[in-house]
């Protein structure tokens, strides 16, 4: 009787589902009877998370952070699944996708992640949110449409209303957006000042964050430079304020004051995606799975959980992982060699995350970058930045690719209220 090959199912077409993926089909490239490897996404495109900043910001085009799914596996033996997740039984080692059911032997979970809201009274309803592509394209209408209302709009207390941004969360996602939208807004009122032959009113910009830094866990001359940086732009920036509760162009803080924005950005924490509680898994903070030393469930060894929906401690201090892009995509490739070893019959190995490498984008200009041994700020690291995206989009599908959605092909920079598709002059 022929042996049936196992079936792997990844879920996720994100940085670390799409490394999972790529990585198994190279590790069993040489055999004549590979497992079925099956990708799903409800997108068929890969999203490059770590650019929507930007793309809120007007500074990068939504095509530059949209890359096809079909180029990527294109050559490769991946059965690519479009549909959306309804439900994961993993008693029967089933998955019903809005489309098809899917049988597995292994489960790779790579669902990313849901913006934490923390019960903040007003905040889905009032706040915009930054964690997928639909997001940041829906801020960046937004933001169009008020530089325009600030330009003609005459009543004096809604023109020192309407220019007013509150972003809060001082992380990563929150430093990087803030940074970006100084430079951005900036820019678009330049032109209208130069097009309208009137000063404009400027736009204002205050970062809040409930705890007593920003970018907690970066190293402290960094996270110095970031504040230095991001107050040369004008950014306003509050610590150990939290923001209790968000009516319409209001945003009531924990010291007892309010901000009046006509834009108010929530970036303060994720949660795991929800189909990791609803399938029964064990789940620790914020609906995040348990895994242990090798990424397996503690439910279920069959079942792995990478990036975001994971939470994972470092092996060497049991501090928690701070989910980024990196790590998910370390995380990827290491599910990929222990389910490969797995099949070979070989043991797994545990996950050590060893020095995760970090740049931070801090405008269209300036970056801090840690590299573990080397640091760098300013222009040097925003230029790291960029090398570290080309690089990125090159392992996924050459130099065609790279060419196609690197930041560095554009031949300018586009401001907020450009049409879309043409640089702004």
Known sequence: MAHTPPTILILGAGYGGLQAARSLDEAFRRRLQPPALVLVDQRPFHQLITQLHEVA????????????????????????????????????????LDTRQVSYDYLVMALGSETELFGI????????????????????AHLARLVRQVSVERDPERRKVLPQVVVGGGGYTGVELIAELADSLRAAMGRLAQTQGAPQEPFSLTL????????????????????RQLERKGVAILTNTGIQSVAPEVAHLSTGASLQAGTIVWTGGIRGNPLIESCGL????????????????VSDPRVYVIGDSAFATDP???????????????QGQHVARNLHRLLLGLEPRP????????????????????????VFYGRSARILKHLAVIRYLYGLGGVRLALRH????????????????????
């Open 57 to 96: 910001a007007g500074t990068l085009e939504a095509g530059q952070a949209m890359v096809p799914l079909e180029g990527i596996l294109e050559g490769r033996r991946i059965e690519f699944a479009l549909g959306r997740v309804r439900r994961i039984d993993v008693q029967e080692r089933q998955v019903v």
């Open 121 to 140: 009274p007003g905040l889905a309803e009032h706040a915009f949110r930054l964690r997928w592509l639909d997001e940041a394209r829906h801020l960046r």
């Open 208 to 227: 809040v964050e409930a705890g007593p830094e920003i970018m907690a866990g970066f190293r402290r001359q960094l996270v110095e430079e970031a504040r």
């Open 282 to 297: 064990a789940t620790g903070p914020r609906g995040r799975a348990l895994v242990n030393a090798y990424l397996q469930s």
């Open 316 to 330: 060497a201090t049991g501090v928690p992982l701070a989910p980024s892009a990196q790590l998910a995509m370390k």
């Open 351 to 374: 996950f050590v995350p060893g020095h995760l490498a970090t740049i931070v984008s801090l405008g269209t200009d300036s970056a801090i970058a840690d590299l573990e041994r080397l």
């Open 406 to 425: 690197a930041p560095e092909v554009l031949e300018a920079v586009p401001v907020i209220g450009s049409p879309p598709g043409r640089l702004a002059a």
